[in-house]
């Protein structure tokens, strides 16, 4: 070990900040596992691919551990609310309350469940716990690195390269250390109500190698870890948190709406947002598929979508005014959007109608009510046109060559039956969209509006971006990461104000001599072998060229707080012992550049214990990365 004394002092530089609340960071991580569609977490069954030396232990008779040497599988059923396990047709847990626990040092298959086409696999535990008497969760068990390895490569393309990759790693770690209390028996789900974990058969190895490169790192705002959003596409602009999950409340402040093009300028007007989403702006997203899209809806294929939805949306209590069971949807005259965000994003959405006006609320809730094949809008960044059916020569041309045979078929008719035809008969017969309303199959279906005016033939969706719209868009990682912009400043350009560093840990006295440790990888030499576009070459080159420039070589940084006036404080960094003088910053914090002390890649920090004199007293200390 190599001994640096009261010269650390002086590296420091004082700071007056209050100390923050601490968050445990959570070192290993329960997932529940679902079925084939993502649609239950429930089993009634389950066969488990067994590897050589699995283990079975029934926790609710004393831990007793049954070993499979010879690997196998083993079949798993409850009954009445107790596990009965045959392992190779033989039964080995009989009548077990559970939980149950299959562990191996290899991995354990799931019989008959597929991830991405492939046999479902995965490292750690696996633990069964009852939630009826016939049916029980499956919970994967496993450490933080190496969830995430099952996570990074099913949430974002390894085609968009290593620091977009670091990136969503970083922003994956954030999301599932946020404290949860949704599910009762897991930590978090393994669906794209969470985030998409397929196990270990989907890891790849860039993927693996961004886990490994961003060990312990987190993204923090005010030294506690944010809430890392992302979306596929944000379409160049990126939505604030308050008008999606805020609900107009509750703000974040790292999540505001940011720009990737300098030359977009904010508007209000609906004509200037039309046009937005019709034309193809440089953004950092725009090589997305869903950067602008369009989709269209007949007026009659619409009102049968809305008729399902809106009673859908009401019962979830979005619509307003509650559109009941036995109501029916008929006659669409308009659809605006009367409230928007600040990346023109859809909040409320007014509908029109014959049948009443209805308002939607709520980004998610109006891409659900208005879907095509059953599936829900890409985004809520949209503007609706309306089309009127207008007749082409062809058309005029063809129903007056019928009109002239139905005129002399009725005039026929007239002679045995004494009446004349009347002139609108002859129109209706043609053209039946020109009566006011009939019933087709079952539904009512108006063709004008109460004043008498046509009601439009379609309504066309013309939108941009793909997913919420809020922090990190994921194709404009990908975008950035293609230029050499840094897994950093990747996202500090999409969440606004952060820091990256550890999470902080909180140390105090303790009679057994425990260590506490801090473990974290940093790029140290930044040596960057990758080959990427050159930015002159792109259309956001004063963009790209703004962000490069924060692309220089990182430092790394321990701060301590000591608000208690900890008298004694010892620690070392990859060996090296320190243990400064505590007399000038009690009730402040440290901060010292300790890059010297570190190697180029993972790097470990230990404090010891307090001394018995400070027993009641606690500091806390933590890394931060950056300028």
Known sequence: MKFRGSLFLVLFLILFMPAAFCIEEKTTIRVGISDNKFASYDHTGATFILPVNSSIIDLEDDNQRIDVKGGGYAEVKLINGSFNINVNSSLIVKNSKGPVIITSPDKIGIKGLYRKGEPAYYKGMIELRAISLYRFNIINILDM????????????????????????????????????DNHKNYDTCDSTSCQVYYGANSEQDLSNRAVDETLGIYALYEFEPILAQYSSTASGITESYINTYGNGKT???????????????????????????????????????????????????????????????????????????????????????????????????????????????????????????????????????????????????????????????????????????????????????????????????????????????????????????????????????????????????????????????????????????????????????????????????????RILKQNDRLKCYLVIENPSKVSKIEFFINGYYFSPDTKGFNKKNLKTDITDYLADGNNKVIFKPLHEKDKNKTLKFYIEIGE
């Open 145 to 180: 690195q190496s969830y995430l390895k099952g996570v990074v490569p099913n949430e974002m393309p390894v085609s968009f390269g290593i620091e977009a990759l670091k990136a969503q790693t970083v922003a994956a770690r954030n999301y599932a250390n946020r404290p949860v």
């Open 251 to 545: 703000d974040k402040p790292y999540l505001k709406s940011v720009k990737d093009n300098d030359e977009v300028k904010y508007t209000k007007n609906e004509d200037e947002i039309k046009e937005f989403f019709k034309e193809n702006i440089p953004s950092f997203d725009m090589k997305s598929p869903r950067h602008r899209w369009k989709i269209e809806f007949d007026r009659f294929e619409l009102e049968d979508v809305l008729d399902k939805t809106l009673k859908e949306q009401s019962k979830a209590g979005n619509v307003e005014p509650y559109f009941k069971n036995d109501n029916e949807f008929y006659g669409l005259e308009d659809i605006k959007v009367i409230e928007r965000g600040d990346s023109y994003k859809a909040l409320i959405v007014e509908i029109k109608s014959i049948s009443g006006d209805y308002k939607i609320k709520k980004e998610l809730p109006i891409r659900r009510t208005f879907k095509k094949n059953n599936t829900a809008l890409y985004s809520a960044n949209f503007s609706v046109e309306k089309e009127y059916k207008k007749l082409s020569r062809k058309e005029l041309k063809e129903i007056k060559k019928k009109r002239k045979l139905e005129e002399e078929k009725l005039k026929e008719e007239a002679i045995f039956s004494g009446k004349e035809p009347k002139e609108e008969d002859i129109t209706v017969k043609l053209m039946p969209e020109l009566k006011n309303s009939e019933i087709v199959n079952g539904r009512k279906r108006v063709y004008k509006t109460k004043l008498g005016r046509n009601l439009p033939d379609k309504f066309i969706f013309y939108g941009a971006g793909f997913g919420h719209g809020v922090g990190m868009s994921q194709y404009g990682a990908g975008f950035l990461a293609s230029y050499g912009v840094n897994y950093e400043n990747i996202l500090k350009h999409y969440y606004t104000g952060i820091n990256l560093g550890t999470l902080p840990k909180i140390v105090s006295y303790n009679n057994i001599g425990l260590d506490y440790v801090q473990e974290f990888y940093f790029d140290k030499e930044q040596n960057r072998e990758d080959k990427f576009e050159n930015p002159n070459r792109s259309p956001l080159k004063k963009e790209l060229k």
